[in-house]
């Protein structure tokens, strides 16, 4: 395994976070990064203080969008310890995402042991509150000074971390959803199954005028017929009907979230019947009029499980379960949490811990 160095800079004093966090605006103080050239392959890792990029105009990611990246979180214990959940499946994830984008791929091990390094260097960064949690932003882009369209040959792998508060300060309140076909966000055999910006950038304007409109997110329909419900901005939509919960097949163009692939796994194991297939809009609205539909969640990690409680389309407005949260939502957000945030045991091994210890010098 590479050794990493280390820059580690004074704080002289203690880290303050702020009473209210908010998601994404505040960053800590140090990043791991590493470079790729196709004669060295990954080198250079380092763990130094956080400093902007300087980037000649060129860099071909900015022009050609050959960038990827993951979101996933690290919780504070009520003990004071420090855990991932399900780190590995993010980097592996990041690699299929890279081989797509025609990206080196990294070593999953040791991007793994970066983070934690980085991660305890940064560890009084992590907030303590209920719902609070340090978010991670993997990333990968491709740093040839150079325009034409073909693959970077140089990239640069960086991971900057963030301090966030609960993604619903008021509770778990259900959200409004507003089910597009005027715009799509990705195609099959395209790279919506890819965490790459190109994919958000598509989603931008139809979640501004659903914003307008007073509802918070988006479901995406398929790109080509625009007829089987896709997923959500930044969620996997599961619904309850009432003989089965049933959430979209991944098709190529939907992004096989971490906490999806974890609902399903506990659902299995609870016994509901669980099916992923195609879903048409015009079933979710027969089942609905014929009062079989019982709930609707969203799952990713940055609310974890988001209850829907209202559904629209066209002309066609669904309340679901009255537009309170369904006690199916609840009890995965409930067993989810509890598992990241060390109440309950990890019986799934989905759990990393990040051991407490002197930071090390090169
Ligand atoms: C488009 C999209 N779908 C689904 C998800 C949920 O994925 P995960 O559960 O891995 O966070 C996300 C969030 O990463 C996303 O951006």
Redesign the pocket.
């Known amino acids: 395994m590479q050794q990493i160095t280390y820059q580690i800079k004074e704080r002289g004093g203690k880290i303050e976070l702020p009473e209210t966090l908010g998601f994404g605006k505040l960053f800590t103080d140090h990043v791991f990064e590493m470079d790729y050239d196709q004669g060295k392959g990954w080198h250079n890792p380092v763990i130094k203080p956080m400093e902007n990029l300087s980037l000649h105009p060129a860099t071909m990611f900015i022009h050609y969008g050959q960038a990827i990246f ?3 979180k690290a919780y504070r214990t009520a003990n004071n310890e420090v855990q991932l959940f399900r780190p590995d ?2 980097f592996k ?1 990041m690699n299929n995402s890279a081989k797509r984008l025609c990206m080196p791929e990294i070593d999953v091990e040791f991007a793994l042991e970066a983070l934690k390094e980085l991660i305890n260097i940064e560890r009084d960064w992590i907030p303590a509150k209920q719902g609070e949690s340090l978010y991670i932003r993997p990333f990968m882009i491709g740093t040839d000074e150079f325009l034409g369209v073909n693959p970077s040959k140089s990239y640069k792998f960086i991971i900057i971390l963030s301090p966030v508060g609960a993604y619903y300060p008021e509770g778990f309140k259900p959200i409004k959803i507003l089910i597009q076909d005027d715009y799509v ?1 990705a195609v099959r055999k395209g790279i919506g199954e890819c ?1 790459t910006p190109a ?2 950038a598509a ?1 931008l304007k139809a979640g501004e005028e659903a914003m307008k409109k007073g509802y918070t997110q988006v479901l995406w329909l398929d790109g080509v017929q625009q007829k089987y419900i896709e ?6 939509i599961f619904i309850k009907f009432k003989d089965e919960v049933v959430t979209p097949k991944l098709n190529g163009s ?9 609902v399903i796994q506990l659902l299995k194991e609870w016994d509901y019947p669980i099916n992923e297939r195609e879903i048409t809009i015009d079933e979710v609205i027969e089942k609905y009029d014929a009062g079989e539909l019982e709930g609707v969640f969203g ?4 609310a974890v499980i988001s209850s829907v409680g209202w559904l629209t389309f066209k002309e066609k407005n669904m309340t679901i379960n009255k537009g309170e949260p369904g006690d199916l939502a609840i009890k995965l957000f409930d067993e989810i949490t509890s598992i990241q945030y060390g109440l309950k045991n990890d019986t799934h091994d989905w759990i990393v811990q990040v051991e407490k210890k002197e930071v090390g010098v090169s």
């Open positions: 993951e979101g996933l499946q993010h994830r966000r965490k994919n958000y989603s997923e959500v901005g930044t969620m996997n939907i992004l096989p979230g971490i906490t999806r692939k974890s799952s990713g990690t940055a």
